[in-house]
């Protein structure tokens, strides 16, 4: 089992910025994908952003430029770097783990609140 912790959701003003962490205990050592997703209200959750164990990362259209997505392997996290938030930014973000590169997501956390005001 994976367990997965975020943190650094918040309330911020359009054009500000927020860094989330995704905190990774348990059996990670066969981890070999994690991810960012957002959903919100009375949407569909969307994936935002991924990396692999060894560093590859992968982020939406609707965020590239302004995202970037990063671990720090000695800590078992994985960051979420949001810069320039937009209004539709705003969601419920969940941190995800894989055990493998192609498959479904084996991991959830339980989720950190953005909230963008313009």
């Known amino acids: 089992q994976v367990q997965l912790v975020e943190s650094g959701g918040g309330l911020v003003q359009a054009g500000g910025s927020l860094r989330l962490s995704c905190s990774a205990s348990g059996s990670i050592f066969s981890i070999s994908r994690m991810g960012w997703h957002r959903q919100a209200p009375g949407k569909q959750r969307e994936i935002v952003a991924t990396i692999t164990a060894i560093g590859s990362t992968n982020l939406a259209d609707s965020v590239k430029g302004r995202f970037t997505i990063s671990r720090d392997n000695a800590k078992n996290t994985v960051y979420l770097q949001m810069n320039s938030l937009k209004p539709e930014d705003t969601a419920v973000y969940y941190c995800?783990?894989?055990?493998?590169?192609?498959?479904?997501?084996?991991?959830w956390g339980q989720g950190t609140q953005v909230t963008v005001s313009s």
């Open positions: 995800s783990a894989a055990y493998l590169i192609n498959s479904m997501w084996d991991f």
